[in-house]
């Protein structure tokens, strides 16, 4: 009966969720500060030509060094700061971060860089300022347009107003790539696709789970993979598979066309050092 009690007043007796509730308050509170102090950091991980094994991208992974609780993932803080506001500056810091790194990169490898893939979150993909930000991080780091992605998930790009599209048009003209990550989790109109200005699909992880092995692959899992990958052919999109952790999964991905995977099979993210030395290997 606790139920219908209300969900406000369980959330008082249950001494768990209040505990989760005080904690997460704790961390909202503390974001702004550490923003400012640069607890903040990006790992990065490789994009891999399922053809070749050359590194095409790299994903830009923002974690947080807490002085007490130690190495947090985005999972524990992008949520909150998406509550607060925060992910506003966060997020533009996070482009910068990258949008740095990929220069060096640029300079490193001349046309063998990859490019740098960063997620834009629901809030910065509706942030007025978002054009001319990235255009102004872009000048002030000198990257080429065309070396920077920017993620967004379906419902950040679905049965949006139009502002929000526009300024996904102004990027894509300026010669951004623009990324729809996590794609197949949420919903989308597919017709509707044709008419974003969208480059690359990339497929959820979820999906690899029944490719896993070669000899007993889920074939609704393989068909509905080889469809997405179908569908983004046909609308000139290129396709990331995510959460690539066996060989059978990489295998049957290149199989039915799919030009890039991600994933801890490949490499985990890591560090700018440690992910110079995997590009300076895996140069196409
Ligand atoms: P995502 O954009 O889908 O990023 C991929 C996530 O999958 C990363 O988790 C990555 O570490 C993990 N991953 C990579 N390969 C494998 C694999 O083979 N197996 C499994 N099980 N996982 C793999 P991470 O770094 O914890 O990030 C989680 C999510 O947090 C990201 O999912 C993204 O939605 C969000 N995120 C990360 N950085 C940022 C950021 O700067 N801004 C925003 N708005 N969101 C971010
Ligand atoms: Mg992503
Ligand atoms: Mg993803
Ligand atoms: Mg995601």
Redesign the pocket.
């Given at each position: 009966w606790a139920k219908s009690a209300g969900k406000g007043r369980w959330a008082l007796f249950d001494p768990d969720r209040n505990a989760t509730e005080v904690a997460q308050f704790h961390l909202s509170a503390k974001m702004p500060a550490a923003l400012e102090r640069e607890e903040f950091y990006v790992?990065y991980?490789p994009l891999i030509g399922l053809r070749d094994f050359c590194v095409v991208g790299v994903?830009?992974?923002?974690r947080w060094a807490h002085p007490e609780l130690g190495r947090l993932?985005?999972?524990r803080f992008?949520g909150l700061a998406e509550e607060t506001g925060l992910?506003v500056p966060l997020?533009r810091w996070?482009l910068r971060q990258a949008c740095r790194q990929a220069k060096q990169w640029q300079d490193e490898f001349g046309s063998a860089a990859p490019f740098v893939s960063?997620?834009?979150?629901v809030r910065?993909s509706r942030d007025p300022k978002l054009v001319d930000d990235v255009a102004a991080i872009l000048a002030e780091t000198g990257l080429e347009p065309s070396r920077l992605q920017l993620?967004l998930t379906e419902s950040a790009i679905m049965g949006t107003a139009d502002e929000p599209l526009d300024a996904l048009r102004a990027l894509s003209r300026m010669g951004v790539r623009i990324a729809i990550?996590?794609f197949g989790t949420g919903y989308s109109n597919l017709a509707y696709l044709r008419h974003l200005p969208v480059h690359e699909l990339k497929i959820a992880?979820s999906f690899m789970e029944g490719l896993r092995d070669a000899e007993r692959a889920d074939p609704v899992d393989a068909r509905i993979v080889g469809t997405l990958v179908d569908l983004a052919h046909a609308l000139g999109l290129t396709v990331t598979a995510?959460?690539?952790?066996t060989q059978a999964q990489a295998r049957r991905m290149a199989d039915i066309g799919c030009e890039t995977g991600?994933?801890?099979?490949f490499a985990?993210?890591g560090s700018p050092v440690d992910i110079t030395a995997f590009i300076a290997e895996h140069l196409d």
């Amino acid at each position: 009966w606790a139920k219908s009690a209300g969900k406000g007043r369980w959330a008082l007796f249950d001494p768990d969720r209040n505990a989760t509730e005080v904690a997460q308050f704790h961390l909202s509170a503390k974001m702004p500060a550490a923003l400012e102090r640069e607890e903040f950091y990006v790992d990065y991980q490789p994009l891999i030509g399922l053809r070749d094994f050359c590194v095409v991208g790299v994903e830009a992974l923002v974690r947080w060094a807490h002085p007490e609780l130690g190495r947090l993932g985005p999972d524990r803080f992008i949520g909150l700061a998406e509550e607060t506001g925060l992910i506003v500056p966060l997020g533009r810091w996070v482009l910068r971060q990258a949008c740095r790194q990929a220069k060096q990169w640029q300079d490193e490898f001349g046309s063998a860089a990859p490019f740098v893939s960063v997620n834009l979150a629901v809030r910065q993909s509706r942030d007025p300022k978002l054009v001319d930000d990235v255009a102004a991080i872009l000048a002030e780091t000198g990257l080429e347009p065309s070396r920077l992605q920017l993620e967004l998930t379906e419902s950040a790009i679905m049965g949006t107003a139009d502002e929000p599209l526009d300024a996904l048009r102004a990027l894509s003209r300026m010669g951004v790539r623009i990324a729809i990550d996590d794609f197949g989790t949420g919903y989308s109109n597919l017709a509707y696709l044709r008419h974003l200005p969208v480059h690359e699909l990339k497929i959820a992880g979820s999906f690899m789970e029944g490719l896993r092995d070669a000899e007993r692959a889920d074939p609704v899992d393989a068909r509905i993979v080889g469809t997405l990958v179908d569908l983004a052919h046909a609308l000139g999109l290129t396709v990331t598979a995510e959460g690539v952790e066996t060989q059978a999964q990489a295998r049957r991905m290149a199989d039915i066309g799919c030009e890039t995977g991600q994933g801890y099979l490949f490499a985990r993210p890591g560090s700018p050092v440690d992910i110079t030395a995997f590009i300076a290997e895996h140069l196409d």
